[in-house]
């Protein structure tokens, strides 16, 4: 199969500015691309990871990729899929987020490869000394206004209700077509490869290049935006940004959101997010036909993704932290996780005096958990409650320091399947 065919049937291709024969045939020799990342927060999320697994799927091919972060283009902000313009960060917020999605990239990513390693650059670092008069007559020139104004990106800011788009916002496209320009002559870089969401300012790149350098042969390639069969976007927009790290998403929480990843749409992410090759996925697309009750496939791509972000050690936690909500041990569950964990079941939170050393019947009361002293008192007798998934037989009983996970909160169940989390001040 052609390395083109390859990404088209894990998902990897929207679009490309020349005709899919020509751009197969340049991808079967090596060549020089890029995808842009811009810092605006401190990490990614697993809507960037579609374009950090189409890098390394570029690399395992032998190309020679390159991730750009936007260190000056991060200080404007892309207008592209936005309905208003993005909030100004400060510089040492922009320094954090560079330095973050800077390892996160390295995770991913062979930096260190003996022969086509690759290549991370900060656009910030050719437009510091880059004054804005020489910028505007050398560069500023070579862009047309009609064909600006046409770009779909600047079309739908116009036409939303907000009917504005700042100047800022507006240059946005120079600067990201005279970074592939830039790339292009420091790097030899052909191919710049983004998001559905960034044709604009791609073309806008591969014709400041034609405008400079009239045999040049620069195309791009976009990738389509991941949604489920629902159509919900991943994305910090979209409300539901799953975090490339655990601090902001715990492993629990991004284990889980792939393992409830719905039946019509677990084949599609084994093939964008994973490197499992076709005849697994096949395996697994049958497994699903034949019983689909027992989600074989999300339980694939949750571990393979888990892994793949978080190490070995991230999915056997994640899969500890699992087993709680079925009766498991809560012995190398973290705090955030049992957070994550009882995120959607009460909770309560007490002061640490009034609950470590006291009697478990008052601090089950205490917290709401049960109503009355003699509820609490007949459940225990028969058996009927557990802190931390360990049954307590003795209506007597405190609650020992011991209990408590990582200092800050425990776990209170009556009966199977009614969870509360206690956390203490």
Known sequence: MKFYDFLKSRHLVEACTCPEEKMAELL???????????????????????????????????HRVIALVGGATGMIGDPSGRSTERNFLSEEQLRRNLEGIKENLSRFLDFNHPTNPAILVNNYDWYKDYAILPFLREVGTLFRMKPMLAKDSVQKRLNAETNSMTFTEFTYQILQGYDFYHLYKTYGCTLQVGGADQWGNITAGTDLIRRLEPEAEVNGLTIPLVCDANGQKFGKSAGNAIFLNADKTSVYAFYQFFLRTLDADAIRYLRIFTFLDDARIAELAAAQHEHPEAREPQRVLAEELTRTVHGE???????????????GSLEGVSAAD????????????????????????????????????????RLI?????????????????????????????????????????????
Not at 36 to 62: E, K
Not at 386 to 414: F, M, T, Y
């Open 313 to 327: 050690d991230g999915l056997r936690a994640a899969q500890r932290a699992s087993a709680v909500l079925f009766g």
């Open 381 to 425: 007798q028969g058996g009927g409650i557990s802190l931390n998934n360990d049954k307590v037989s003795d209506p007597a009983c405190v609650v020992p320091a011991e209990a408590l996970v990582e200092g800050k909160a425990l776990l209170l169940r009556q009966g199977k399947k009614n969870y509360f989390l206690l956390r203490l001040a």
């Open 28 to 62: 079967e020799k090596p060549l020089t691309l890029y995808i842009g990342f811009d810092p605006t927060a401190s990490c990614l999320q697993a809507g960037n990871y579609v374009a950090i697994q189409t890098l390394a799927q570029f690399q395992r091919a032998g």
């Open 338 to 377: 049992l957070e994550a964990i009882a995120a959607d079941v009460p909770n309560a939170t007490l002061p640490r005096d009034q609950v470590i050393g006291q009697p478990l019947v008052d601090v089950a009361v205490a917290a709401g958990f049960l109503k009355s002293k003699g509820e609490a008192r």
